[in-house]
């Protein structure tokens, strides 16, 4: 919960209601996430053969889901997230984007 600041919101709602804290956030995330899913994608081979992969969303812009589904391009993939987030979020070629 956000109460700190007089709200009684957990961060996600509170992203929906400004549009500047929810795109910094998923700025944030995004540069974090594309760190730690380079070298994922350097050691980790569990996608290998997979048909399908979805993100269900949990904050960010289904970045990593782009970065998977570039290395393994056979993987049909869906984005899935909150509207507030798929309003922002940038497409990927192949990657539909649900809500």
Wanted: a negative charge; hydrophobic letters at 40%; proline letters at 7%.
């Amino acid at each position: 919960m956000i109460s700190s600041m007089g709200l009684n919101m957990n961060m996600f709602e509170y992203m929906e209601k400004d549009p500047t804290f929810n795109m910094a956030t998923n700025k944030g995330m995004v540069g974090f996430s594309t760190i730690i899913m380079k070298k994922i994608l350097e050691i980790y081979k569990g996608f290998e053969g997979l048909p399908s992969l979805v993100d269900v969303g949990a904050g960010g812009t289904g970045g990593c889901l782009n970065m998977i589904v570039s290395e393994y391009p056979s993987i049909k993939a869906i984005n899935f997230d909150l509207p507030h987030v798929v309003q922002t979020a940038p497409t990927y070629p192949g990657i539909p984007t649900r809500q």
